[in-house]
C-alpha cells in the first residue's frame, strides 16, 4: 500500500513538473518571438563591418591620445613657466585631470559615433510616444 502512494504521489509531480515546463517553454517562445518582432539584425552584426567601425573607432583614438599629450605638454610647460616648481603632485594632478578628461569623454563620443556611422541606432525599434505626445495635455 506505501508502495502505491508513493507512485501516485510521483505521477502526480511528473504531472506538476511537466505542466510547469510546458508554460516555460510556452512563455520563452513567446518572448524570443516578441524579441524578433521588436528588433532588426545590426549592421555591427556583420563580422566585416565590425572590423571595419572598430578600426576606425580605433584610430580616432590614437588621434585623440596624440591631441592630448600634447595638450597636456603644452598646459603643464605654460604652469611651469608662469609659476615655477610649485610641487610635483600639483602636475601630476593637473596632467592626469586633463587626461582623463579628454580621453573619456573622447572615448564615449568616439562610441556615440562608431554607433551612429554604422546604423546600429536605426536597428533599435522605440515606438515611444513623441516629446508633444508625452507632454501635452490629453485632449478628453
Request: glycine share 8%; proline share 3%.
Amino acid at each position: 500500500m506505501f508502495a502505491a502512494k508513493r507512485r501516485i504521489c510521483a505521477g502526480w509531480a511528473l504531472r506538476k513538473a511537466s505542466r510547469r515546463l510546458r508554460a516555460f517553454a510556452l512563455h520563452c517562445g513567446k518572448v524570443r518571438a516578441m524579441s524578433q518582432a521588436m528588433t532588426r539584425r545590426s549592421p555591427l552584426d556583420n563580422p566585416v563591418n565590425a572590423a571595419h567601425a572598430w578600426a576606425r573607432y580605433r584610430q580616432i583614438m590614437k588621434w585623440l591620445m596624440a591631441a592630448t599629450i600634447l595638450t597636456v605638454t603644452i598646459a603643464v610647460g605654460l604652469l611651469f613657466a608662469f609659476n615655477g616648481m610649485i610641487s610635483v603632485h600639483f602636475y601630476i594632478a593637473v596632467a592626469m585631470g586633463i587626461s582623463l578628461t579628454m580621453l573619456l569623454g573622447g572615448a564615449l563620443m568616439g562610441l556615440a559615433f562608431l554607433s551612429n556611422g554604422t546604423g546600429h541606432d536605426e536597428s533599435v525599434d522605440n515606438k515611444l510616444p513623441s516629446s508633444d505626445e508625452f507632454w501635452s495635455p490629453k485632449d478628453d
